[in-house]
């Protein structure tokens, strides 16, 4: 069986599919590893590394989507969509593509590529449950993310992080908020106070206040009425709108005194909550840092827009929307080793095998024999429709 990994197309994508090292390992499955030349040089991969690892690169990319059995992306055509077109024409029935494909929202493309006959499996719906942890890209990247947003706001804020007591005077700490105490915010509410901020955070779900703590931040309460705050995935669960309306009162008074605010609140598959209002934007001290995580999905300030820099009063927000890419060596090599561990799942003897009875398999297997199959996303194209 021959996997193939792709040079990802995407703008401004430096991560690879899968390191060198980790080629070993699915090696010992009995598969053959064919790279396209360049894909892991943006993250410090050359292809000499691959070659000594026994990988064979290849300049052709569409040789490698015509032979492959597998193909491994970090972002397949849904997660592509302008890119990611132009292999579309490659793909076969029964090939199986691997990698994050946005199903959940990228629907033209999931059906197209369904269309083709693809086994496509989507690694952005890896249930969170102990035996997938390994697997769990989202997880893995947020990690990233988490640590990046912290430096970034480091070092866009007019003041030092720590506290310092120096011959021309104190220097008192930073204040920083982070809202959302998932994976993310929880690099986030570490990195900064490693960096000696002094941090808040808040989430929705009163259940991570023992972690929040235990990373030395103060947690938030804004004394809301949360029923079933938290979905069977770990997710913050969607509120109604008056919810959002207390909740968005409530943190426009936390928000002003603090000189950082890091966002990570998002719910797969759903516009981000809108947490931050243009008032509290005005209300923080001027050179104020925000950095919005969730910009992809619309962000959790009012105005944060993706991939810029916005300032309002003084104040700069920024959404990134892909910043583990900003830290490609060990991001790709994150990203490879869950996707290794799923690869070490679905391979038997050289032949990929779809057990549905696994719910790991179940659960990320999103398209076969010539149509849409996972029910998350069956749900989620029908309330589009």
């Known amino acids: ?78 997660a592509n969509p302008v890119a990611g077109e132009a292999d579309l024409a490659y793909l076969k029935a029964g090939q199986v593509l691997i990698g994050m494909a946005e199903p959940l929202m990228a629907h033209t493309t999931t059906e197209a590529v369904a269309r083709l006959g693809v086994v496509l499996f989507g690694m952005e719906l890896i249930p969170r449950i102990t035996r997938a942890q390994s697997m769990d890209v989202l997880s893995s990247m947020a990690t990233v993310a988490g640590y990046k947003a912290s430096l970034l706001a480091a070092n866009e804020l007019p003041k030092m992080f720590p506290l310092m007591m120096t011959a021309s005077g104190t220097i008192t700490p930073a204040r920083v908020l982070v809202i959302g105490a998932g994976v993310a915010g929880l690099q986030a509410i570490a990195t900064c106070r490693r960096l000696g901020a002094v941090v808040q955070a808040y989430d929705v779900r009163s259940a991570v206040k023992e972690q929040v703590e235990s990373l030395g931040a103060d947690f938030v309460d804004l004394a809301l009425d949360t029923d079933e705050a938290e979905d069977a995935g770990g997710y913050a669960r969607v509120q109604d709108d008056a919810f959002y309306d207390r909740q968005r009162d409530a943190l426009a008074q936390v928000v002003s005194a603090n000189d950082v605010v890091i966002t990570t609140a998002a719910i797969p598959g759903q516009t981000s909550p809108l947490l931050i209002t243009e008032d509290a934007v005005r209300s923080m001290a001027s050179g104020s840092v925000i950095i919005d995580l969730a910009a992809e999905r619309g962000g959790n300030c009012a105005l944060t827009r993706a991939d810029e820099i916005v300032v309002e009063s003084n104040v700069k927000i920024f959404g990134p929307t892909n910043l583990p890419a900003t830290a490609p060596y060990h991001a790709s090599q994150m990203y490879a080793n869950n996707l290794s561990h799923f690869l070490e ?26 149509a849409v199959v996972n029910e998350r996303v069956k749900e989620a194209m029908d309330n589009e429709n």
Do not use: C
């Open 1 to 78: 069986m021959i996997v193939g990994i792709l040079k990802e197309t995407f703008p401004s994508e430096h991560r690879v599919a899968i390191v060198p090292d980790v080629g070993a390992t699915l090696q010992d499955k009995d598969v053959a590893l064919v790279i396209e030349t360049g894909a892991g040089i943006a993250s410090g991969f050359s292809d000499a590394a691959y070659e000594a690892r026994d990988f064979e690169v290849v300049a052709e990319r569409a040789a490698i989507l015509e032979r492959s059995d597998v193909l491994l992306q970090v972002r397949t055509p849904g």
């Open 345 to 370: 799942l679905i391979i038997d003897a050289g032949q990929i095998k779809v057990d549905m009875e696994d719910e790991i398999v179940r659960e990320t297997l999103v398209a076969r024999n010539g």
